[in-house]
């Protein structure tokens, strides 16, 4: 940001803060947030940018947490690890299988910082294991006053009240200065890749995702195809993919040919539907086993735009079978897959799966194509089916709509009223979402 503009990964959300800085320790992070409140200047921290929504921008203070980041604890009789705020997910993951350690489930990116992952709902897919907030154990939180209030489910009744909601805390309570994760022996995971028929995957949706401890495909657009992944423990031996077929799989075919396939797309849109074919029978079957963040994350060089909404399970299959059908009917040129995973309900005030199994449905736009209309759609569809959307993601939901949907909605508002009620760490995201 040398013209002191911040712009997130996408390029779609930008911002000019007052002023940057970048604490070094959660001690000068409260100091930082102190000094803002003093000057009644707003405070957002922000980590890689990969919220496509304006969760992070702010006019006032951005504060960068690239320099509060390393593994601080490791607690193997309790089963925990604590890192800083800024810590990527491939750090954590890299120090983690270092020390024979993993966590339980993960998205599939590793560039994310774990509060930006746990602060938007960050998750990946499981038929038992839940998002990466769903395994915090306790984290620092600096709140609107400069104070550091450490919280966990053991803590007195404020600290768990807090502890409970932050987890999935949009940046509205505090700005997280350590989190602790719960971790597990570091373990295998055989994966097992392969096309499958559209008509095939939906109508055995539920008997995939019983049988398999971690199941997702993706559907390509304008064709009747879809490739699916299905994780699972392993005994072993580890056999991960060999050098050359990861790389053509995943550098070549996956990032490589995928982004001239995408830049064809935009330039030529009626070429979308061939381009669809083509990409949809690229990738072939496979199966490899390595430990779990390599085989959970993928890399994604190819820039795009994304739309992610929460559904109840029993009902996504038919919300996805919809989109379809309006896709086509509406003439519109998709250029990206459709991809679809499952979490299990959790306990969390804002999350996504709160209070019920969920099916995440997450649609995608090749960066600088249009994408407003098919959005629009997609949105309209989910929400008619009871969707929630992925706080990180784009939308057009507000308050009125969030705290029909969010049975614990107005739990959370008052502990922002009361832990933030100048809305040092407001902005216009979360005025959009939360309410003044």
């Given amino acids: 940001m040398g013209d002191g503009i911040w712009r997130n990964w996408a390029g779609n959300v930008c911002a000019r803060p007052a002023r940057v800085v970048s604490p070094a320790s959660v001690a000068e992070l409260a100091g930082t947030v102190r000094a803002a409140a003093e000057e009644g200047l707003r405070v957002k921290p922000v980590g890689s940018g990969h919220s496509f929504t304006p969760v992070?921008?702010?006019?006032?203070?951005?504060?960068?947490?690239?320099?509060?980041?390393?593994i601080t604890a490791v607690d193997r009789e309790a089963g925990t690890v604590t890192a800083l705020a800024g810590t990527s997910l491939k750090q954590l993951n890299e120090a983690l299988a270092a020390a024979g350690l993993s966590l339980t489930n993960m998205g599939d990116i590793m560039e994310q910082t774990v509060?930006?992952?746990?602060?938007?709902?960050t998750h990946g897919t499981g038929r038992t294991s839940a998002s990466i907030a769903a395994q915090v154990r306790g984290m620092e939180l600096v709140t609107a006053d400069g104070q550091v209030l450490r919280c966990s489910a053991q803590g007195t009744a404020e600290e768990t009240a807090v502890f409970d909601a932050a987890r999935i805390g949009l940046g509205a309570l505090g700005v997280l200065g350590a989190v602790t994760f719960a971790v597990e022996p570091l373990f295998l995971l055989h994966a097992r890749e392969e096309p499958?028929?559209?008509?095939?995957?939906?109508?055995?949706?539920?008997?995939?995702?019983?049988?398999?401890?971690?199941?997702?495909?993706?559907?390509?657009?304008?064709t009747g195809n879809c490739n699916t992944k299905r994780n699972n423990r392993s005994d072993g031996p580890a056999a991960p993919p060999g050098r050359v077929s990861g790389w053509i799989e995943d550098e070549l075919l996956s990032n490589g040919a995928f982004q001239l396939a995408c830049s064809l797309g935009r330039a030529v849109p009626a070429a979308v539907p061939a381009i669809a074919r083509f990409s949809s029978r690229a990738l072939s079957a496979r199966s490899y086993t390595d430990i779990p963040y390599r085989v959970f994350t993928s890399p994604r060089r190819v820039r795009f735009v994304e739309m992610e909404y929460a559904l109840p399970r029993e009902s996504a299959m038919e919300a996805l079978r919809e989109i379809r059908k309006a896709v086509e009917q509406a003439g519109l040129r998709v250029n990206f897959p459709v991809e679809v995973r499952t979490a299990p309900a959790d306990d969390i005030p804002l999350s996504t799966a709160s209070g019920r199994d969920t099916v995440y449905i997450a649609v995608h736009m090749y960066r600088g194509t249009p994408y407003r209309e098919y959005f629009a759609l997609a949105e309209r569809v989910m929400t008619e089916w009871g969707g929630r959307p992925h706080w990180g993601k784009l939308h057009t939901r507000d308050r009125g709509h969030l705290s029909v949907a969010y049975p614990r909605f107005g739990e959370f508002t008052a502990l922002r009223d009361r832990l933030d009620p100048q809305r040092v760490f407001g902005n216009d995201y979360l005025r959009q979402v939360l309410g003044d």
């Fill in 115 to 121: 509060a930006g992952a746990i602060g938007t709902g």
């Fill in 56 to 70: 992070a921008a702010t006019d006032g203070v951005l504060v960068r947490t690239d320099r509060l980041s390393g």
């Fill in 196 to 222: 499958m028929a559209f008509d095939r995957v939906t109508a055995a949706f539920d008997e995939l995702t019983a049988e398999n401890e971690h199941f997702e495909f993706y559907w390509f657009p304008h």
